[in-house]
């Protein structure tokens, strides 16, 4: 076998730098990746501001309204009416439905580091799953009293009150058919908190079966007067 012929120092010399050139020029390439993954994933306000700013009007540029409100929806892939913008608007403190302003948004989607529609997408699951902690979900309840009444009004209108137990109890309590029953044959056209707070508790405490539900002693009596067993 013929001998190979011993390389010259030049000839290794440039190689090595060359091996070394194209591992500094990876290495740069990682970091740059890096730091675009870290950016991209740390929450930056100016960017949560610019998105906001996506959904509102050169007349109006810090509050988000309806039309906005339904991009908005369209965007993250969920539906206006589903609960959990609702547990959304809780999570921000918005004083009315069917708008955020800048503040509001600034809060809730600070709070959630999220700042683009990936972000608080990955973050709907969270927003759901608020709703099965029975501490959070007693206190989404007593705000979607105040978020959805008329703010011209002290008490909630029957129509609205309705729709918003609906949202929240409809699919979870069993009873709520019939009490749904009893409000459409009820005189009353308008729910106080008080009783919007209590009907939460009569969904909490009466057993399915209303094998402990006692007219006389029943939280509801007081403000409703639910008669079930009839």
């Given at each position: 076998?013929?001998?190979?012929?011993?390389?010259?120092?030049?000839?290794?010399?440039?190689?090595?730098?060359?091996?070394?050139?194209?591992?500094?020029?990876?290495?740069?390439?990682?970091?740059?990746?890096?730091?675009?993954?870290?950016?991209?994933?740390?929450?930056?306000?100016?960017?949560?501001?610019?998105?906001?700013?996506?959904?509102?009007?050169?007349?109006?540029?810090?509050?988000?309204?309806?039309?906005?409100?339904?991009?908005?929806?369209?965007?993250?892939?969920?539906?206006?009416?589903?609960?959990?913008?609702?547990?959304?608007?809780?999570?921000?403190?918005?004083?009315?439905?069917?708008?955020?302003?800048?503040?509001?948004?600034?809060?809730?989607?600070?709070?959630?580091?999220?700042?683009?529609?990936?972000?608080?997408?990955?973050?709907?699951?969270?927003?759901?799953?608020?709703?099965?902690?029975?501490?959070a979900f007693?206190?989404?309840?007593?705000?979607?009293?105040?978020?959805?009444?008329?703010?011209?009004?002290?008490?909630?209108?029957?129509?609205?009150?309705?729709?918003m137990l609906?949202?929240?109890?409809?699919?979870?309590?069993?009873?709520?058919?019939?009490?749904?029953?009893?409000?459409?044959?009820?005189?009353?056209?308008?729910?106080?908190?008080?009783?919007?707070?209590?009907?939460?508790?009569?969904?909490?405490?009466?057993?399915?079966d209303l094998?402990?539900?006692?007219?006389?002693?029943?939280?509801?009596?007081?403000?409703?007067?639910?008669?079930?067993?009839?």
């Amino acid at each position: 076998m013929p001998r190979s012929k011993r390389r010259s120092t030049t000839d290794m010399s440039t190689n090595e730098d060359d091996r070394y050139a194209s591992k500094r020029l990876r290495n740069s390439n990682s970091s740059r990746r890096v730091s675009r993954v870290e950016e991209a994933q740390s929450f930056s306000q100016k960017r949560c501001l610019a998105w906001f700013r996506e959904y509102t009007t050169p007349d109006d540029p810090d509050t988000l309204g309806p039309e906005g409100m339904e991009k908005f929806c369209e965007d993250i892939g969920v539906e206006p009416e589903n609960v959990v913008m609702l547990v959304l608007a809780y999570k921000m403190q918005a004083r009315q439905m069917g708008f955020f302003t800048k503040e509001e948004w600034l809060k809730g989607l600070g709070e959630m580091q999220c700042d683009s529609i990936q972000k608080l997408q990955y973050r709907l699951d969270y927003l759901r799953c608020l709703l099965n902690d029975q501490n959070a979900f007693k206190a989404i309840y007593r705000y979607a009293y105040d978020f959805a009444r008329d703010k011209d009004q002290r008490s909630m209108d029957m129509d609205t009150a309705k729709a918003m137990l609906q949202l929240l109890l409809g699919k979870h309590w069993p009873l709520y058919s019939q009490f749904s029953q009893f409000l459409d044959q009820s005189k009353y056209k308008v729910i106080n908190k008080d009783q919007w707070c209590n009907i939460l508790e009569f969904s909490r405490t009466i057993y399915n079966d209303l094998s402990n539900y006692d007219v006389d002693r029943s939280m509801a009596r007081n403000n409703l007067d639910p008669n079930l067993k009839s």
